[in-house]
């Protein structure tokens, strides 16, 4: 197969370039800063990017350090030396004296002017971009149920997700969504909401983060808005709330969000959250808002297994108008661990690459373009980091993993940390062993053996396991 990059309006560099800043930059800085830009093109090696206005000058100066390691990281460093920022009234004139288009370099992530930032009709532009936030807009467009790959993992909650899309407030209320990063929460619930909004053109929408349903309200008390803050979220048909865990020890973001969920549950509209653990987990929540969460359908979506990850390769692929060898997949899916976020990564680096260099993707290809994307996922991980993360989790001292102590509490997380240092290093089981204060070689294999069994029947271990693995990868 060979490799066209046929999805330039996908594949630009700077779509790319977005593509691994948004993982980086808070939601709504990415938002209201980020997400208006356009990749205007590429003239030497310099990049030009088309931004609303002036006030968004000082992008390149804000993140021009993440600007250029997205750069890097995406292999992309010997075609773009710098980007340069530019407003549709800086182009036109230029474009007009030179009968051609040939934007006028107004600021450049690598050589940052030091003139006004402040130009034009600068307002119009943030405004839109900030407080557009009722409509269909907030929704990424690629987050489809149909772009969804199901897997044993996610199907319970996808079923949930689309019982919830096809009657909305009928079929549970909330719809509470949890699991580890980037497992696609925030996809279900996009996919929600287009999905009622394709059903029902006229509901009112609102996908809201937590971080962000906190910062409005500190600035709606601050400048006395609380009535208009109200207004807008207790009056929408379906409120979808991600990060739930961000209002943990916010009280008073908490009391606003209880009554705004009273009012949605009186008023029969849908609630939907998502969180990186179940309601009871949720430390420093006040208990009547932790009840209010189950009392809809509590959906968990596990790390999808090598099959799910080859199609969610596929299916990303797809998107990208790129066909994927099934070689270069399983290389893929099976080097990249459990986050799809990830395994996303190295596949939009993958298509960037052979874009850049012309090259067809083979797994030769992709095994040296990969490399150091593969090589900083399974970086060593040392037996001391596994014993102080395993402790931390479960509240207790590394000294007491290793002591002679065989009660309940302590020989569980002993033979998860056992588990997990035979599964993350290539350390033997004696040497495992010599680790946990000198026990025998027989009684890590036991551990592990047990663990494993544990993983299968018990889904709150298999969290635990699932998270610990996250924090140390
Ligand atoms: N089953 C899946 N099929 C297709 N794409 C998926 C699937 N799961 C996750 N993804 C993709 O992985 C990326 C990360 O997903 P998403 O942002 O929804 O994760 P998340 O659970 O909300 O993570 P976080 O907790 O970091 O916010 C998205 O691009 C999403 O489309």
């Known amino acids: 197969m060979s490799f066209v990059p046929t999805a330039t309006a996908v594949l630009n560099p700077w779509t790319l370039i977005l593509g691994a800043l948004e993982k980086k930059i808070n939601r709504q800085s990415f938002e209201t800063w980020l997400k208006p830009t356009r990749h205007s093109h590429v003239a030497g090696k310099t990049l030009y990017v088309r931004i609303p206005s002036g006030e968004f000058q000082h992008i390149g100066d804000r993140y021009a350090d993440l600007i250029q390691e997205a750069i890097d990281n995406l292999g992309l460093a010997e075609e773009i030396e710098s980007v340069t920022f530019t407003t549709p009234a800086q182009e036109e004139p230029k474009r007009r004296e030179d009968g051609g288009f040939a934007p006028v370099p107004s600021h450049s992530s690598n050589a940052p002017s030091s003139g006004s930032r402040r130009q034009g009709a600068a307002a119009t532009g943030v405004e839109q971009a900030r407080f557009d936030w009722n409509s269909a807009s907030q929704l990424n467009p690629r987050y489809q149920f149909d772009a969804f790959v199901i897997g044993s993992g996610n199907q319970f909650a996808m079923a949930a997700a689309q019982a919830v899309a096809e009657r909305p407030s009928k079929a549970y209320n909330p719809l509470f969504l949890y699991g580890g990063v980037g497992m696609g929460k925030t996809h279900l619930m996009h996919a929600i909401g287009h999905d009622v909004k394709r059903r029902q053109p006229h509901a009112s929408i609102s996908y809201v983060s937590g971080e962000k349903f906190t910062n409005e309200m500190i600035n709606s008390v601050r400048y006395d808005k609380m009535t208009s803050f109200r207004d807008r979220f207790r009056t929408v048909d379906v409120l979808l709330i991600d990060d739930i865990q961000f209002l943990a020890g916010k009280e008073r973001t908490q009391e606003e969000f209880f009554h705004t969920f009273n009012a949605l549950h009186e008023g029969m509209k849908q609630i939907v959250i998502a969180s990186d653990r179940p309601p009871k987990e949720l430390a420093d929540f006040e208990d009547r808002l932790r009840s209010r969460f189950e009392w809809g359908l509590i959906a968990d979506i596990q790390p999808p297994d090598l099959e799910t990850k080859v199609a969610i390769l596929q299916k ?23 986050n799809v976020r990830e395994l996303e990564g190295a596949l939009v680096r993958l298509i960037a690459w052979c874009g850049m260099h012309g090259v067809e993707i083979t797994l030769a290809v992709t095994q040296q373009c990969l490399k ?44 998860i940390a056992m588990y997990l240092a035979k599964q993350l290093t290539e350390a033997s089981l004696p040497e495992i062993g010599r680790q946990f204060g000198g026990k025998h070689h027989t009684t890590v294999m036991h551990s592990i053996a047990k663990i494993d069994e544990h993983r299968r029947s018990d889904k709150d271990m298999n969290r635990t396991i699932n998270k610990l693995m996250e924090t140390l990868g």
């Open 316 to 338: 990303k692929a797809e998107s990208e108008h790129t066909q994927l060898p099934t070689d270069v997949a399983l290389f893929i899916a099976s080097n990249v661990r459990t």
């Open 372 to 415: 150091q994307f593969i090589d900083t996922q399974v970086r060593k991980i040392s037996i001391e980091a596994i014993q102080r993360a395993v402790a931390e989790q479960f509240g207790m001292r590394v000294a007491e993993l290793k002591q002679k102590n065989n009660s309940r509490q302590i020989v569980v997380p002993r033979q």
